[in-house]
């Protein structure tokens, strides 16, 4: 089973950056696409970012493009989202998740089949 480790979080002043990572295990890394999400309070999940199987396309929701990267690392079997010009807003629980292969939307949470535990972001302006 697969089974999906988040860190990286912490808390940081507007502006500055953060580089989460999401490690993986119990199956072929390389087989999935990966997606992050986030939750702020009160709120619902939201599509962050997803990149394909072999890292070769990367999606990005309006908010966050020009500032968050995702990339991947097939080797150590972990998933990247590096976060800069962090704003108050960008202040969530951050989850990575596993993209479903019958799936073709990365805005929505069921296209994900297994989600980390996720991980506390927090911008103070």
């Known amino acids: 089973q697969v089974q999906l480790v988040e860190s990286g979080g912490g808390l940081v002043q507007a502006g500055g950056s953060l580089r989460l990572s999401c490690a993986t295990s119990g199956r072929s890394f390389g087989s999935s696409a990966m997606g992050w999400f986030r939750q702020a309070p009160g709120q619902e999940r939201e599509f962050v970012a997803g990149?394909?199987?072999?890292?070769?396309?990367?999606y990005y929701t309006d908010s966050v493009k020009g500032r968050f990267t995702i990339s991947r690392d097939n080797a150590k079997n972990t998933v990247y989202l590096q976060m800069n010009s962090l704003k108050p807003e960008d202040t969530a629980v951050y989850y990575c998740a596993t993209k479903l292969i019958s799936s073709s939307s990365w805005y929505r949470t069921d296209s994900y089949g297994t989600w980390g535990q996720g991980t506390q972001v927090t911008v103070s302006s």
């Open positions: 990149i394909t199987r072999i890292g070769g396309s990367s």
